[in-house]
């Protein structure tokens, strides 16, 4: 089992920029793909980017393409989202997850509890 705690999320300007960062307990974090989603008042939670374990993998979902790049730092059990050119409808509260890395799609096992991005026109 692993435990997520998420930070950097805030009240930004659209334009602007975040790095979200997720800190994931346990010492086999490498061997989790990590993701990414987010969910906004009233609406389904949303995937957002997911990273194979090594990294060499990502995903990203079509309204975040070119705007958010996905990492993780192994060494330091770290996940990130950094989430370029902000736009109003990005507010969400946005959840990392550990779990597996399909072809066509990925399934999330462990959550964390959120942070909240919320972006200002």
């Known amino acids: 089992q692993v435990q997520l705690v998420e930070s950097g999320g805030g009240l930004v300007q659209a334009g602007g920029s975040l790095r979200l960062s997720c800190a994931a307990s346990g010492r086999t974090f490498s061997s989790y793909a990590m993701g990414w989603f987010r969910q906004a008042p009233g609406k389904e939670r949303e995937f957002v980017a997911a990273i194979t374990g090594s990294g060499g993998n990502t995903r990203y979902g079509d309204s975040v393409k070119g705007r958010f790049t996905i990492s993780r730092d192994n060494a330091k059990n770290t996940l990130y989202l950094q989430i370029d050119s902000l736009k109003p409808e990005d507010t969400a509260v946005y959840y990392c997850?550990?779990?597996?890395?399909?072809?066509?799609?990925?399934?999330?096992?462990?959550w964390g509890q959120g942070t909240q991005v919320t972006v200002s026109s």
């Open positions: 997850a550990a779990g597996r890395y399909y072809s066509r799609a990925y399934a999330a096992d462990y």
